[in-house]
């Protein structure tokens, strides 16, 4: 069964430093999402992405964060400047058409 | 969004089957019901969805009254595996570009030996 992958499964920084979480969407898929929980808490939408540009984001999305689908199969999420607050897992997503959604394992961000 | 409401937790035995209820009383008329489950420390990941009236396939199934106004997750004879998180998200049509699935609390079921 496809799935989507995400590297790095663990991550720990630096406060201030740029990361950059990686996800290998399913093959046919067309739309990319990233999501982050923040331990214990919710499940909560960052960013969707459709025909290489943002569709959606939230409020959490600010100008610290940024994707991107540099080639035909990966899909990035860069935190420029990390702040404590953002140490959470990354989950990535995608779907086709006339499909749900499909959640990567997730990496694990540590800010510290 | 149609907000939701479900149980913060439910105690379960193995063999036994679990109803989860979830409430969405200004469900709009292009929404779905899609139930997720999230074990810790992974991604969720979709168990059934929804329209009206039965979905059933091979790990669950999901009722839909008629006024769509509430959900349940059916989870026949659970196993020890069966603990986990289980979320009841609606908004769509799914196959919308702008389809956004919106998590709660969630329900914590905690199935018992």
């Known amino acids: 069964e496809p799935e989507v992958t995400q590297t790095p499964s663990h991550q720990v920084t630096q406060m201030g430093q740029e990361v950059i979480l990686r996800c290998v969407p399913i093959?046919?898929?067309?739309?990319f999402y990233w999501y982050r929980q923040i331990l214990g808490q919710k499940v909560e939408f960052l960013v969707s992405?459709?025909?290489?540009?943002?569709?959606?984001k939230s409020e959490i999305f600010d100008d610290q964060f940024s994707v991107e689908r540099p080639d035909g199969s990966n899909f990035t999420l860069k935190i420029r400047s990390t702040k404590l607050e953002d140490s959470a897992m990354y989950f990535c997503?995608?779907?086709?058409?006339?499909?749900?959604?499909?959640f990567g394992p997730g990496t694990r961000l540590l800010v510290l | 969004l149609a907000k939701t409401t479900q149980p913060i937790s439910m105690d379960s035995y193995e063999g036994q089957e679990v109803n989860i209820t979830c409430s969405h009383n200004n469900i709009a008329t292009n929404d779905y019901i899609t139930w997720y489950q999230q074990f810790p420390s992974q991604g969720p990941r979709f168990i059934i969805q929804g329209y009206k009236t039965k979905v059933t396939n091979e790990v669950a199934s999901l009722f839909i009254p008629a006024d769509r106004k509430s959900s349940t997750l059916s989870l026949p004879r659970v196993s020890l595996s069966d603990t986990a998180v289980y979320y009841c998200?609606?908004?769509?049509?799914?196959?919308?570009?702008?389809?956004?699935?919106?998590f709660g609390r969630g329900t914590s079921l905690i199935v018992h030996p």
């Open positions: 093959s046919n898929h067309l739309y």
């Open positions: 998200l609606v908004g769509g049509p799914p196959s919308g570009g702008s389809y956004i699935p919106t």
């Open positions: 992405f459709y025909n290489n540009e943002i569709s959606e």
């Open positions: 997503a995608s779907r086709g058409i006339q499909e749900t959604q499909y």
